[in-house]
C-alpha cells in the first residue's frame, strides 16, 4: 500500500504566518500609543521642572545683582533674554535640546530714599510650543 504524504506548499504558510500577523498588529497597537502618550506627558512634567529650576536660577542671580536692577515696566517694553539651553534626558536613548528664554518687568513700586520694593514678574519660555510659566516674585533693594 502506498502512503500519500502530504506537502506543505508555500502558499500555505505564507497564508498561516499572514493570518498570524492580522492577529497580532491590532493588538500591538494600543501598547505603542500608551508608551507614546506617557512619554509626552512625562516631556511635561519636565518642561515644568525645568521652568521651575530656572525660576531658580534667575531669582539667585537677582539676589547676587547680576541682573540689572533698572527693569521696564510692562511686557511689551520688555526684551525676550535667551539663555542655555537645557538638555533634556529621558533614559539612556533619549535626549533633546530645549530652548529657554525669559522676560521679566516690574508690577509695582514701593519705597523711600534708603530702600524700594518691588513686584517683578518673570515670564519663562521653554521650548517653542509650549505655554509661557509666569512668576511672581517681591523684591527689596537697599540703596
Not at 536692577?69 to 539612556?92: M, Q
Amino acid at each position: 500500500m502506498l502512503v500519500k504524504k502530504h506537502h506543505y506548499f508555500l502558499v500555505e504558510v505564507l497564508i498561516a504566518l499572514s493570518l498570524i500577523l492580522l492577529c497580532i498588529v491590532p493588538l500591538m497597537q494600543n501598547p505603542i500609543k500608551f508608551f507614546q502618550s506617557e512619554r509626552k506627558e512625562l516631556e511635561k512634567l519636565e518642561y515644568e521642572r525645568i521652568s521651575d529650576l530656572t525660576f531658580l536660577e534667575l531669582k539667585e542671580k537677582l539676589y547676587k545683582n547680576e541682573i540689572p536692577w533698572k527693569l521696564k515696566h510692562t511686557k511689551e517694553e520688555t526684551a525676550s533674554v535667551t539663555l542655555s539651553p537645557f538638555t533634556l534626558k529621558i533614559n539612556d536613548d533619549y535626549k533633546k535640546q530645549i530652548p529657554r528664554s525669559y522676560q521679566m518687568w516690574f508690577k509695582r513700586e514701593k519705597g523711600n530714599s534708603k530702600e524700594t520694593y518691588r513686584i517683578l514678574v518673570v515670564q519663562i519660555q521653554i521650548g517653542e510650543k509650549e505655554k509661557p510659566n509666569e512668576y511672581k516674585v517681591f523684591v527689596k533693594k537697599t540703596l
